[in-house]
Antibody, heavy 126, light 108 residues
Framework: QVQLVQSGAEVKKPGASVKVSCKVS????????MHWVRQAPGKGLEWMGG????????IYAQKFQGRVTMTEDTSTDTAYMELSSLRSEDTAVYYC???????????????????WGQGTTVTVSS | QSALTQPASVSGSPGQSITISCTGT?????????VSWYQQHPGKAPKLMIY???KRPSGVSNRFSGSKSGNTASLTISGLQAEDEADYYC????????FGGGTKLTVL
């Protein structure tokens, strides 16, 4: 069964960048499509972006365009999300998530995100 | 892409049924049968409860059901139990993904 294990909590100053990792076990990263979702304290879920298997490209939410970069290292089955120019409003728990396994095939997260990492708390404070 | 609209809170007594609505537009909920629903308990990661509008992942109780009419999707929970008390989020595909603002379910 697939597991997503994220890197530990981070504290950053405004203007800095943060890079969160998400290691896949049980399957290879190439079999999955990884997406990232964040949740500010006391707020709702916010989709940031992810890999679209239908066109083979990573798509980002308009809100984060130019500030977020999602990459993958298939040699270590690890996905990364880097957010730059951090501000206090970026303080949140960041989750990686992937789709669901149906009939031995992984569906895109567009259908639903069935497997989630444990979350990484990023605090932006001066 | 604007967030989908959900009621801030709903409540019900044990054994009752409740429905949470999720209103979008003809560009998201109305155009695709790709609405998913998530349950989130405090301090926990979200859990997928419904995918593709009305399908339940393995292991999710059949007390949970999803439907759609026009630009509005709905999650119905029947036979409410204390452990159903949580936040619930809808999510729709629209070329990208967009979440609803979330609904807090209180079991009285």
């Amino acid at each position: 069964q697939v597991q997503l294990v994220q890197s530990g909590a981070e504290v950053k100053k405004p203007g800095a960048s943060v890079k969160v990792s998400c290691k896949v076990s049980g399957y290879t990263l190439t079999e999955l499509s990884m997406h990232w979702v964040r949740q500010a304290p006391g707020k709702g879920l916010e989709w940031m972006g992810g890999f679209d298997p239908e066109d083979g490209e990573t798509i980002y939410a308009q809100k984060f365009q130019g500030r977020v970069t999602m990459t993958e290292d298939t040699s270590t089955d690890t996905a990364y999300m880097e957010l730059s120019s951090l501000r206090s409003e970026d303080t949140a728990v960041y989750y990686c998530a992937t789709g669901m396994l149906r009939f031995l095939e992984w569906l895109s997260p567009h259908y639903g995100m069935d497997v989630w990492g444990q979350g990484t708390t990023v605090t932006v404070s001066s | 892409q604007s967030a989908l609209t959900q009621p801030a809170s709903v409540s019900g007594s044990p054994g009752q049924s409740i429905t949470i609505s999720c209103t979008g537009t003809s560009s998201d909920v109305g155009s695709y049968n790709l609405v998913s629903w998530y349950q989130q308990h405090p301090g926990k990661a979200p859990k997928l409860m419904i995918y593709e509008g009305s399908k339940r992942p393995s292991g999710v109780s059949n007390r949970f059901s999803g439907s759609k009419s026009g630009n509005t999707a709905s999650l119905t929970i029947s036979g409410l139990q204390a452990e159903d008390e949580a936040d619930y989020y809808c999510c729709s595909y629209a070329g990208s993904l967009v979440f609803g603002g979330g609904t807090k379910l209180t079991v009285l």
